[in-house]
């Protein structure tokens, strides 16, 4: 708004500022009043003198004024004192007096005109009451828009603050994610984008790239005699001292535990890698201070080239890995480049001992089931619970391989465990549905019967699964006998207590099957597939199984043969009573949705021909 129209604005307000002046008002009046009563009395004496003309038309201003400046009671007011103006004369008229004619029609004539600004005065305070509404409205929303205003700035500042709270929390999970926090170095996940990133540069360029996978050597003997936290302080030293010689090109990375590894991108030969490797040796090896003490830190390397080793950075990582592990073979401090031909042999039972560790954990363990059938009418008996591990690192590992190595370092107690779990879990789902009524084997290691808590164990799964237990079969080998013949008899007993049946496994290949079976309660003895094996191909073999079947049948023990792979084996076996049959012929192990369709097709109880 400019000054003009402000000035504008507040002279109107004034003027048209209603009521409550009194005074003014009351001095108003009584100077018309007074001009009133002046020109009255004045009349008497000289009724045409040019005074008293002037304090009428004083008089008419001032009633005038009255009027418009306070409305209705100004109009009022005004038209009272033109009454009794007009009362006056109406009496002096009365005398005789020739003027008061003139000047009665002069008081009307000023009361009409009185009347008629009243009425505009009034329309006019209306029109301008809403202007003022409409001032007061705009300037409300006025205000209103300021304080929004000023809001939005307040919001866009908080904005902002979070905005660089987003920021650095973006920043930390990045390093929570990508940096190692001991190390201070890219983890795991990181050197394996560079890893990609590098080798799609290689395949582009045609440049090879080393990769050098690194462990200590007595990372693990800190660990344990020093503790932890002097184990931490190794890796973030050693951690240093690589970041100091590692050259500015190549990628340090801490992947775990005490292992790192580095990428060599500069197109260095086997001698220059070595004499690289040699360098960062040597300053590892010089005594570094951990707590108290002064420790030598050896270290072995692993190297592998990409391109010329193997042109997937998969395999790269497992390259790298073997060499190091043949490094750490051939004593401390040392360097490997990696050999193809040394690859599969180097799967020791070391490094398969380190991976069965983390199957369970890592879900690579699964089972499978073989199908059992009975000889004589072909009916489906049951199946046998058989594991499998799917390792991530070494593919599908035979459970003769790694059973053996979980039973060696006692972890077959916690995978028969979970063996035994799971199948109850699986068979129970069956038992409910009445699709399943037949037999449920399960294998039992020699170490996990033996375990002091065995019974019980097997008779808590059983109450936390409610399987069945006269569906179930456990089977024993008899290596798991040595020399504690009275505990495997208890361990027996106490199972067939349960309901559970036990069945000799694997017979004929110990020394004193026989022996066994006349000592220990079994329910079915398990023909080993070896003589299965020889079923027609040497003739005392044939006699071997046919005498075993008859003298077992005379001890009242049911046989299975197992392995059974062709149709001549299965006739001289039907033809020699063998009770039950297992084998490739038959079925191999099978998983859960092919278990599922088997017992759809032909129940137990519908009989299963094949
Ligand atoms: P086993 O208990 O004697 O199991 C029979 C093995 O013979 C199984 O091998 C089975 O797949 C295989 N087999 C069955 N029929 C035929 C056939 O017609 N031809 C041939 N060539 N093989 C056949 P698998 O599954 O590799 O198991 C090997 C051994 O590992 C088992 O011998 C057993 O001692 C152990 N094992 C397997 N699963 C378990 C388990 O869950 N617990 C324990 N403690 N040991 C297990
Ligand atoms: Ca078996
Ligand atoms: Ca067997």
Sequence with gaps: MNRKHKLRATFADRLMKSVNHRRTALAMSLAAA???????????????????GLLLQLQMIITIYLTLRYYFYGYILAVSLNLIGLAFIVRQYDAGAGYAEFQGLFYVDIMIALSIIALYALRNQKNFKEVLRQKEQVSKAYYQAA???????????????????????????????????LSGLPNRRKFQQFLKTASVNALRDGQPFSLVFMDFDNFKQVNDTMGHHTGDELIRKAAQYLKEWAHPADVLAHIGGDEFTLMILRPLERPAIAAYLGKMTEKLNQPMVLGDK???????????????????TVDLL??????????????????CFFEKSLFNELITDARLEQELR?????????????????????????????????????????PARFIPIAEHNGQIVEIGKWIMRETFRTFKLYQDQHLFSGKLAVNVSAVQAMAPDFVTTVRDLLRESGFDPTQLEFEITETAFDARLERVRHVISELRSMGASVALDDFGTGYSSLNYLQKLPFDLVKIDKAFIDKIHTDLKSNQFVSTIISMLHQMNLPVLAEGVETGEQNAFLDLNHCDIIQGYLYGRPMRMKEV???????????GHQQ
Excluded at 35 to 51: C, E, K, Q, R, W
Excluded at 156 to 168: P, T, V, Y
Excluded at 372 to 383: A, I, K, M, N, S
């Design 294 to 312: 002064k420790v030598v830190v050896t270290a072995c390397f692993g190297v592998t080239t990409f391109l010329k080793d193997t042109g997937s």
């Design 318 to 335: 497992k390259f790298a890995d073997t060499a190091m592990y043949q490094a750490k073979a051939g004593g401390k401090n040392r360097i």
């Design 34 to 52: 007074l001009f009133l009563f002046i020109s009255v009395i004045g009349a008497f004496y000289d009724p045409t003198s040019l005074f008293l």
């Design 596 to 606: 599922d369709t088997l017992l759809r097709k032909g129940s137990p109880e519908t």
């Design 358 to 398: 983390k199957a369970l954990i890592n879900q690579e363990l699964f089972l499978v089931f073989q199908p059992q059938y009975f000889v004589p009418d072909g009916r489906l008996r049951g199946f046998e619970t058989l594991i499998r591990w799917q390792s991530s690192e070494f593919g599908l590992v035979s």
């Design 147 to 181: 304080v929004s205003e000023e809001k939005l700035y307040q919001k866009n500042k908080q904005l902002e603050q979070s905005n660089q709270i987003i920021e650095r929390d973006r920043k930390q999970i990045y390093e929570l994610a990508y940096i190692d926090p």
